[in-house]
């Protein structure tokens, strides 16, 4: 807007009157829209703000009440997060294992009930309660999670994770429990059975007991199961398809897939 001068007479003496012309509408319009323009990416921004925040807070709320879960059950906490992975686990290694041609119902049940026994419960009472009476309730220090490691992979796994996964396999199966024992001897003699349960458990127990909150312990035992059986199950089955004998490529051996599995 711009003013204007103008002369006017009064009582005979020349004055100058001053005006200021009316916005223009073009100039208006191109105001208004500004500011809506405005209005609008403050809007977003406070949009997005409040979408961040209002998940960043959920976020939180959700891990609170997880941990919270573990911490007040956390034997039933155990049991479910080991079941819940091992039949999924399971589900996908019998889907890509070539010779299943449709999913064995009892080697889930049994793989569920396993898992959910000893890999989940047994392995819970275990670190929370054995583990504390023999190597303290000091959290942290890394020579304690060491010994704490040597303890698990050296006494543990071979008397106590291993052999029930053989029973179980037995038991689902219809064979003899000396059958499962015999053949969990030979698999440790001759196969290596040890070797390649060490290979993966020693480091990840190792950080297990170091870095991972007590109440956390199972489920982290749980997911790395998870991927360790459909892991070794993909390596397995790229080994059989090297075989010309076919009967030998898919015979059946049922194999249980949580922490004892290899």
């Not at 049940?109 to 309730?137: A, H, K, N, T």
């Not at 003699?189 to 480091?203: D, N």
Request: proline fraction near 5%; charged fraction near 15%.
């Amino acid at each position: 807007m711009s003013p204007i001068s103008s002369f006017v007479t009064v009582g005979g003496v020349h004055q100058r009157r001053h005006t200021i012309n009316p916005p223009s509408s073009s100039l208006f319009s191109r105001e208004t829209t500004s500011f809506s323009r405005v209005g609008v990416i403050r809007r977003s921004k406070n949009t997005a703000l409040f979408s961040s925040s209002a998940f960043a807070t959920t976020a939180k709320m959700t891990g609170l009440a997880i941990g919270s879960f573990y911490r007040s059950y956390p034997a039933l906490a155990s049991f479910l997060t080991a079941s819940i992975l091992a039949c999924i686990a399971d589900i996908v290694a019998q889907i890509m294992d070539e010779c299943t041609k449709r999913l064995e119902k009892r080697r889930i049940v049994g793989m569920v009930l396993y898992s959910g026994l000893v890999s989940g419960i047994c392995v819970e009472y275990m670190y929370s309660s054995v583990f504390p009476v023999i190597f303290g309730v000091t959290e942290g220090g890394f020579l304690r999670a060491i010994r704490m490691t040597i303890f698990d992979e050296c006494i543990n796994a071979p008397l106590l994770w291993l052999p029930p996964a053989y029973m179980a396999q037995a038991i689902v199966y219809g064979t003899s429990i000396r059958e499962a024992i015999q053949k969990y001897m030979t698999d440790v003699r001759e196969h290596g059975l040890l070797i390649k349960y060490w290979s993966i458990w020693i480091p990840m127990s190792l950080f297990n007991f170091a870095i991972v909150p007590l109440h956390f312990r199972v489920a982290f035992v749980a997911v790395v199961s998870f991927f360790w059986m459909i892991i070794l199950s993909i390596v397995a089955n790229r080994k059989e398809s090297n075989s010309d004998d076919e009967d030998k490529l898919c015979e059946p051996e049922p194999s249980m897939g949580s922490k004892t599995t290899w």
